[in-house]
């Protein structure tokens, strides 16, 4: 059924029909249509697999994908025009271009966190560029996921645009075709899955992961409004956020303050019981709660600590000082469990952030905005915020992608068309002259050439 799918779709590909602008214009509106008629189904639909509160599904989900839509198809014109380049005087007299091409066959694999903005916002993009497109939402999110498909369905036709559904056998026999491009959102690990496979045929990826992200508060930090922001991005989402805070490095002076400040922020968004708020989500299955809960273990929750298995329920946590050995300074904790170490000078925080690979986001909270840049300068990281968290996703003049191992490429707005297009560089000559030079032989030629080089 797979390689059938996307033989029809090479075949459609061929004819040209998506090099259309007015085609994938079309297109881009029409699914523009469904989805903002749809929007309540789709909060629906992610309240039903992890109760995403409505609130978040709109700010993080529905609105982004909207406002990503209609970007695209306003400025599609501008994006998809030949750019002319400045000649290069060596090639004199000529005019040059950029041409950006669709690649062909697009796969984009899709995780649960977000998983209805994670897979339409590459695929407004790849549709955007001209691609055929074959999109595999996450297994973990079956309502969101079977929507997505009857949405797709809808709009475009299998050999154009087609939904996949199924988990890693399918994603396997996905990932053993050979594509034009490949977009992944999802796992280090399986990142590497999906290098390896494209390497096969030395297909292009994107591959957006994640990785331990630090979130550093220094010595003159707001703390009251520090701690507010941090637990808006941290537990929205319950914490299931790429680009969530993964541990906070602390200067020492500001511990106590900041643990009182995150109480008071904690308890203000989600009541004394955040068990009963509405506006909290759950862990995604059972294999997340029991790996997030066994970060728990032996550990000073400093806030919350409490867990139920059957709702699948972690409640807002802090953990004061663990071990940097312990699980949860391990890997990427993926839940709304946020670990506090503190910090005395910029050789702890080195020490710390170094011991890790590159992540994919990194805050920095501080009033001193000289220290506050010299810490954004010295450490490598996908992209960030000073005095803020997350918020940085939803520039889409900023590119949103990982660096080393959190990640390869990066999208939003205008980023997006560009990733899911190859740039064709092209001179397009003049015949109304011909400097005989660079023509052999070369005899008598080669002290003119290096005079004109060196002036050049
Ligand atoms: P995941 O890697 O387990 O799954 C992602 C997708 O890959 C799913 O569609 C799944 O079906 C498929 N898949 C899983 N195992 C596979 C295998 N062995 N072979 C082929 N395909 C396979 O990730 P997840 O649990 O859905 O999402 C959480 C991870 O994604 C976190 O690490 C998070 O940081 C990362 N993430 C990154 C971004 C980003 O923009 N950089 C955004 C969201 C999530």
């Given at each position: 059924m797979i390689p059938q799918l996307l033989q029809d779709q090479k075949k459609f590909f061929k004819t040209r029909a998506p090099y259309d602008i007015s085609f994938r214009k079309k297109l881009l509106n029409a699914l523009l249509v469904e989805l903002t008629k749809r929007e309540q189904d789709i909060t629906n639909a992610l309240y039903?697999?992890?109760?995403?509160?409505?609130?978040e599904s709109v700010l993080t989900e529905t609105a982004v994908v909207i406002q990503d839509l209609k970007l695209t198809i306003k400025k599609l014109d501008k994006w998809a025009k030949p750019k002319r380049v400045?000649?290069?005087?060596?090639?004199?007299?000529?005019?040059?271009?950029?041409?950006?091409?669709p690649y062909g066959s697009v796969l984009i694999?899709?995780?649960?966190?977000?998983?209805?903005?994670?897979?339409?916002?590459?695929?407004?993009?790849?549709i955007a560029a001209g691609?055929?497109?074959?999109?595999?939402?996450?297994?973990?999110?079956?309502?969101?996921?079977?929507?997505?498909?009857?949405?797709?369905?809808?709009?475009?036709?299998?050999?154009?645009?087609?939904v996949v559904e199924g988990g890693v056998d399918t994603s396997t026999k996905l990932l053993q075709q050979q594509w034009d491009y490949i977009f992944f959102t999802g796992s280090v690990n399986v990142g590497k899955i999906v290098a390896k496979a494209a390497a096969q045929y030395l297909t292009p990826t994107t591959l957006e992961l994640g990785g331990k992200n630090p979130c550093i508060i220094d010595q003159t930090a707001n703390i009251k409004l520090t701690a507010k922001r941090i637990v808006w991005g941290k537990f929205v989402n319950a914490g299931q956020t790429c680009i969530a805070p993964d541990y906070i490095l602390i200067h020492q002076s500001k511990k106590e303050a900041f643990y009182q400040a995150m109480k008071t922020e904690?308890?203000?968004?989600?009541?004394?019981t955040p068990k009963q708020s509405k506006d909290f989500a759950r862990i995604i299955n059972t294999k997340n709660f029991e790996r997030l809960s066994k970060m728990l273990v032996d550990q000073n929750c400093i806030i919350g600590g409490q867990t139920d298995?059957?709702?699948?329920?972690?409640?807002?946590?802090?953990?004061?000082?663990?071990?940097?050995?312990?699980?949860?300074?391990?890997?990427?904790i993926f839940g709304?469990?946020?670990?506090?170490?503190?910090?005395?000078?910029?050789?702890?925080?080195?020490?710390?952030?170094?011991?890790?690979?590159?992540?994919?986001?990194?805050?920095?909270?501080?009033?001193?905005?000289?220290?506050?840049?010299?810490?954004?300068?010295?450490?490598?990281?996908?992209?960030?915020?000073?005095?803020?968290?997350i918020i940085h996703f939803v520039n889409h003049r900023l590119p949103f992608g990982g660096v080393g191992n959190s990640g390869i490429g990066a999208y939003h707005g205008q980023y997006t068309f560009d990733t899911f297009s190859h740039k064709k560089g092209l001179v397009k000559k003049a015949n109304w002259l011909d400097l005989p030079v660079r023509y052999a032989p070369y005899t008598g030629k080669l002290n003119f050439v290096k005079k004109v080089l060196k002036w050049l």
């Open positions: 039903k697999d992890f109760k995403k509160p409505e609130f400045t000649p290069a005087l060596l090639n004199f007299p000529s005019s040059d271009y950029l041409y950006a091409e694999i899709a995780p649960w966190n977000y998983p209805y903005q994670l897979a339409i916002a590459p695929l407004v993009g790849a691609n055929t497109v074959i999109l595999k939402p996450s297994e973990l999110t079956p309502n969101t996921s079977a929507l997505i498909n009857d949405i797709i369905k809808t709009v475009f036709n299998p050999e154009h645009v087609t904690v308890e203000q968004a989600y009541s004394s298995a059957d709702n699948l329920y972690i409640a807002p946590t802090l953990i004061d000082e663990p071990e940097l050995d312990s699980e949860v300074m391990k890997d990427e709304p469990i946020l670990p506090v170490i503190s910090y005395q000078n910029d050789a702890d925080l080195d020490a710390i952030i170094w011991s890790y690979n590159k992540p994919l986001s990194l805050y920095v909270f501080g009033t001193n905005s000289a220290k506050a840049k010299q810490l954004i300068k010295r450490y490598s990281f996908g992209g960030g915020c000073i005095n803020d968290t």
